[in-house]
């Protein structure tokens, strides 16, 4: 018997490893299509959700690095998606928003990620995806 399959724990985090890259790979078509990345798509939903924000905030409301949020934003900002500028209160640091053109582009594609996240949880009931959420917020307090 191989150690995966008498610690529960373990196999536990396979499978659920496992799953979260099948649900990644059927949710990247959508980015795919519209030349995103998963990070770049959720920068515009925190932006379009609350709003203009300095980068700190911004990069603790979505768990990404600094050194990962300075590339994405550069390319946002290349793309005309984001605006930056210096932020009032802390001349060290830059306030980000969305412009309209990342406003119109996170519009065109939240309904087709909506469209593909509900797909791909279907295989669940209603009742067991919020079995699944109780589940996984036990998580948060490690």
């Not at 690095?65 to 934003?73: A, H, K, P, R, W």
């Not at 053109?101 to 593909?116: D, S």
Request: proline residues 1%; contains cysteine; positive net charge.
């Amino acid at each position: 018997m191989s150690r995966l399959d008498s610690n529960t724990a373990l196999k536990a985090m396979v499978v659920f490893r496992k799953a979260e890259r099948t649900l990644d790979a059927k949710g990247s078509c959508v980015f795919k299509k519209y030349q995103i990345t998963p990070t770049q798509f959720s920068v515009l939903d925190v932006l379009h959700t609350k709003g203009e924000m300095n980068i700190s905030k911004l990069i603790d409301s979505i768990l990404a690095t600094s050194g990962n949020m300075t590339v994405v934003l550069k390319n946002m900002d290349r793309n005309g998606w984001i605006y930056r500028h210096r932020d009032e209160n802390d001349k060290r640091a830059y306030v980000i928003g969305l412009t309209d053109e990342g406003r119109r582009l996170f519009e065109t594609v939240l309904p087709e990620h909506i469209a593909r996240v509900e797909a791909s949880f279907s295989v669940l009931t209603e009742r067991e995806q919020l079995q699944l959420i109780d589940l996984l917020k036990k998580f948060k307090n490690l």
